[in-house]
């Protein structure tokens, strides 16, 4: 029978009553209603079909099939990040459970939301190699912040309560719940648990305020502070207390990948983004701090390179949710554990009362390094520049359009080039940096914001991980538009070959289809952009389009993403952008003020050469 006839037999029920007797799969439903699910990605399977058997009788809970489970867990994940409610995929057993893995993992390094619902073997079947049989939960253990085994219906409601609860509270993550075949089958009495208990986590919400008394005396005393401004922003809903802070300290704040869109790119205060592809200004401004504050974020080796060496001269505010993550990376001499929202808020009002901070002398140098310094610019060229490509999407799009980056060098192009003026508009795989994320959680973000303009900007690498999610677009006629940097390699990989393996190319030379084609194929627009005049037009043209969009951008071969800080040196090793480095004046090149030349001459450190152009 095909779906459609079926769909004219299936009755949709209204929540049911609890106290009543249901099957397992029932139960489910009417829990994750009450949860306030409305959306799920997922792909069906035999050890699953109890449950797909009956979401045709709940409509409110719309299910979007996609065509690889990576996609559900990828178009949940970016659900989750553009809306902060928990996303949730669904998940057959054995290859369909393990499929979820790369994104199940992604949020966890992320701190995302995500409830991974799987199905497995029937109980008694556990254990002895049935077909599809996989041991999920001990796979997904380390990456996951808890995961459960159902083995009796009546354990499926309060098992889902306390997963949801898990996944958004504390610092936010991944978990799976797995329930065998006949486990959905059975029946039990539907009640959902009103009250939660749950031994042993209790996150800390509220940061101590001794701690915080100690970081407003520090800020107040000292010269050239620095907010670093992470992704626990976004997660808390803490902007005004970010921008606030900012204010009342009189104090730059540079962000990093995650961190992006937590504060205006107009704001005199925010300097962008740093770290090993940020600019030259936000690095030294971080170089040279005597105190670096940092909020909601975890001091990563790719924030902070070296990290005996980060930011030498500098005092260290940590505030965070996590109190795992204090001291992990980079010495800690004022932590606070605490939601960033709540610690901003009393920081904030703390810090009024002592009158606030002024470091004016400070900001005006940064805005000074600025201006010297070509930092992160398109340099002229006839050739169509990738950097040159983002710079106009974000022109178009005024900086206002949601942008989820896929992993690799138009990520970074992406986050140097385009302004993010709105709130929460930058999403992209940051901790795991996974290949293949671009195009499926823009999917997930577009379903959560729909009335926002999204962009995919992808990778001809990447975007191969994953396109067929294309389907699942037209399907659903999602009004998703996608940016394929084409460049015909690994980007990045090829970049840390040429610079750091003696320019060695191996296996990065990419053969790619026609996309422009094989999108018209999947039934969605597809465009192709091969010059530099035409590059407004198509991205115009593009977003006047009612449904999918993929336009290929061809573009420069072996450009380079510069600044770049080589894997575990320092600011002082940082990398300039070659032909941008002839602009500079010869009085203005002395950044660190004695230290490290490298990073005023753009020499290559570890005996690498000086990179090449657009063979």
Not at 111 to 135: C, R, W, Y
Not at 409 to 419: D, L
Request: with cysteine; net charge negative.
């Amino acid at each position: 029978m095909a779906v459609a006839q079926l769909d004219e037999f299936v009755q949709p029920h209204h929540r049911r009553a609890e106290g009543t007797r249901l099957s397992g799969s029932h139960i489910i439903c009417e829990t994750l209603l009450r949860e306030g699910v409305d959306l799920v990605f997922g792909l069906p399977g035999g050890a699953i079909l109890p449950l797909y058997h009956v979401l045709p009788e709940y409509p409110q809970l719309r299910h979007v099939l996609v065509r690889h489970e990576q996609g559900a867990a990828h178009a949940a994940d970016g659900y989750a990040r553009a809306t902060g409610r928990p996303g949730v995929c669904i998940a057959t057993s054995g290859p369909g459970a393990t499929n979820l893995v790369t994104g199940i993992a992604t949020a966890m390094l992320d701190s995302v939301p995500l409830v991974a619902i799987t199905g497995n073997v029937a109980t008694h079947m556990i254990g002895k190699d049935a077909f599809q049989e996989t041991d999920i939960t001990g796979v997904t253990l380390p990456i996951t912040k808890h995961n459960w085994l159902v083995m009796r219906p009546e354990d499926i409601a309060p098992t889902i309560k306390e997963a949801f609860h898990l996944a958004t509270t504390g610092r936010p993550g991944p978990v799976l719940i797995d329930f065998p075949k006949d486990v959905q089958q059975q029946l039990a009495v539907f009640e959902y648990p009103k009250v939660l208990h749950m031994r042993g986590y209790k996150p800390t919400l509220f940061g101590n305020i001794r701690q915080i008394r100690q970081a407003v005396k520090a800020i107040q005393e000292a010269k050239n502070p620095v907010i670093l401004a992470g992704h626990g922003i976004s997660i808390s809903d803490a902007y005004d207390e970010l921008q606030e802070l900012a204010e009342t300290g009189d104090i730059p704040v540079v962000q990093t990948l995650l961190g992006l869109s937590t504060l205006p790119v107009s704001h005199p205060l925010c300097f962008g983004f740093f770290g090993m592809h940020g600019s030259v200004y936000a690095n030294r401004a971080v170089h040279q701090a005597d105190l670096v504050i940092g909020i909601g974020m975890r001091f990563d080796d790719r924030a902070c390179g070296k990290f005996s060496a980060f930011a030498p001269k500098a005092k260290m505010i940590h505030i965070d949710i996590d109190p795992a993550e204090i001291g992990k990376n980079v010495r800690c001499d004022i932590p606070v554990v605490g939601d960033a929202k709540n610690v901003l808020m009393v920081l904030n009002k703390e810090l009024k009362a002592q009158g606030g901070a002024r470091h004016t002398e400070w900001v005006d140098s940064i805005h000074l390094w600025k201006r010297e310094r070509p930092g992160i610019k398109v340099r002229h060229s006839e050739k169509l520049l990738p950097q040159f490509v983002l710079n106009k999407l974000s022109e178009v799009t005024k900086g206002e359009a949601i942008i989820v980056c896929d992993v690799g060098q138009h990520q970074m192009w992406a986050a140097q080039h385009i302004a993010y003026h709105n709130r929460n508009t930058h999403i992209s795989s940051g901790g795991l940096g996974t290949m293949g994320f671009g195009f499926p959680a823009a999917i997930g973000a577009k379903m959560g914001r729909p009335d926002e303009t999204v962009w995919a900007v992808v990778g001809d690498g990447g975007f191969q991980m994953t396109l067929q999610e294309l389907a699942t677009a037209v399907q659903e006629n999602i009004d998703v538009k996608v940016a394929i940097i084409n460049n015909g390699y690994l980007g990045m990989v090829r970049q840390w070959q040429e610079l750091f393996h003696d320019n060695r190319y191996s296996s990065v030379a990419m053969s790619n289809p026609d996309f422009a084609k094989l999108a018209e194929a999947y039934g969605a627009k597809g465009m192709r952009c091969v010059h530099k005049a035409d590059v407004e037009k198509t991205i115009r043209e593009a977003m006047a389009h009612n449904g999918p969009v993929v336009v290929d951008f061809v573009v420069e071969a072996e450009e380079n993403v510069y600044p770049i800080i080589p894997a575990g040196t320092t600011a002082a090793d940082l990398i300039e952008e070659p032909d941008l480095l002839e602009q500079v004046e010869e009085t203005h090149i002395n950044l660190l003020e004695g230290e490290s030349p490298a990073l005023a001459t753009g020499s290559r450190s570890n005996g690498s050469k000086q990179g090449k152009r657009g063979r």
